[in-house]
């Protein structure tokens, strides 16, 4: 179904701003306002993060191959992982549901409320009202006052490294098994499955790659090579990619374009202690996969173009 | 149409909040999560309130009544209202839109970007999806590190004055002008009609409420005595109203039972100082209309019982 843009999302997110910005000015200095994965706000004193996703049953969610509790889970982890990218921890939530009276609501806050435990994001305000069609939106926020700051998509400098959190394509993989699986003669990989219906967001890896010095940070939601190319836009360089790691059972294809893997892509100077970070915080190594060119036409993986395929589900 | 939980909104947010509570444990000291107009949280030093509202079309808005520019603008409204009811002012919102291809998005962003310079709150972020009918759903946020600070629905008690911020139902009347006057042969009230596609959040009355004493306050959003009902719930209290101010062109019964007014209603201490705090701040003057009594059965208008009637269109 296409998005109240006709299918130029991203167009349309530009005319947006634009005409927001001429309501209420431009952001002041130290704000990020509509662009990024989060936006950076000073309220009371304080800098916050925030950001806000909605879900919607048929769109994002085939609720014939995947539970209203997972489409409650990933409502949440989607939003976490906003904020992960910005190298943030979400703390507190709320949620609007607009569904029919046919909704399994305790089933979709099963799923929220097993989300909010495991990220410890309390779910604390939110609305219920009815629609034809099931829509969870979620605002998370979280302490934006941190050091080094919060991390935009535009920092990338020619001559970082790109650096990954894990292999990708898992959550591809997952769905086509969960789509060819419904009688099959063996039940899909739980493992694939997992990573399609019940996502992790990268909390700690953002922290991390934050603290280690992140130039620029994004998580692969619409497919990696669309992601990673909002960040060479933002930043106004290009890159050349010497691999990129695909997870067990995916294919090349599933880790270039797919989406949903919320994984986190981030670029670095190079030199930086990356994986020394992550190794004294236990968390699994990250993977080096190549570097900013000052260049922004070039874009190559393995000495090929980089395709700007994804999965572009909001607007799927 | 009827909402998620089938028509029983309050009894199946009661059960969400329980639900909830077994995932991540009560509030800590000085916060407030799910069953106020609005959150109060501590997040990164600060405290925040904020609050998250949809309006769905068909079921807050007839778009062959109003424009999708008026349910821009009453998106933001009804949120920015509910931070006024804890005597609060919203300085940030975030959106997310799903709605169909056909969705006019500028008209949408016309009123939601006229409502943002109203009311000083720009609109830093959010989100664009599709689905088969449109869904607004807002996110505000603002400083809650205020003394007094915020104002909760659960503090009035018994001898305390209730007082209402201006003349209630001129959104009921307006609304059922615009219903009859369609294809009649004057055009309906410029005011009324504006009262209810309009409104305009009595942010500066909520916050001279508060600094002048309020112990419970809410906004007039589902109806006056369903929403003064949820002030006398939360506070164990009950109420002996000696009057209620009617809007010019309004009925009783649209001051009583209509929705969408968005004037604020709370208690305060006999003797307090309330008119003199307004009228310093150039503010119209409020209206005392009765006291709160400790029998929390007590509910009575002019000797007459007070019936619980209200629009709730959340469920409408």
Known sequence: MEDPSGGREFAAIDRIAARLAVATG??????????????????????????????????????????????????????????????????????????????????LYDGLAAASAAFGCPIVGGDLTGAPRLVVSVTVVGDGAV?????TRGGARAGDEVWVSGPLGAAAAGLRALRAGAGGPTPPDARLVGAYARPEPRVAEGVAAR?????AMIDVSDGFALDLGHVLGASGVGVELDHLPVAAGARPG??????????LVWCCPPDTAVEDGFRARGLRPPVRIGRCVADPGQRVLAGAPLGAAGWRHDIG
Chains 1, 2 share one sequence.
């Open 147 to 151: 050091v080094p700051p919060p991390v």
């Open 211 to 215: 603290e280690s010095g992140a130039t």
């Open 26 to 107: 431009p952001p002041p200095s130290g704000e990020v306002w509509i662009g990024d994965d989060a936006a950076v706000v000073r309220v009371g004193g304080g800098v916050l993060v925030i950001a806000a996703d909605a879900l919607v049953d048929g769109v994002h969610a085939d609720l014939a191959l995947t539970s209203v509790a997972d489409l409650g889970w990933k409502a949440l982890a989607v939003n976490v992982s906003d904020l992960a990218a910005m190298g943030c921890v979400a703390s507190r939530a709320l949620v609007t549901v607009s569904g029919p009276p046919t909704t399994d609501l305790d089933g």
């Open 254 to 263: 599933d880790a270039l374009g797919g989406g949903d893997d919320y994984e």
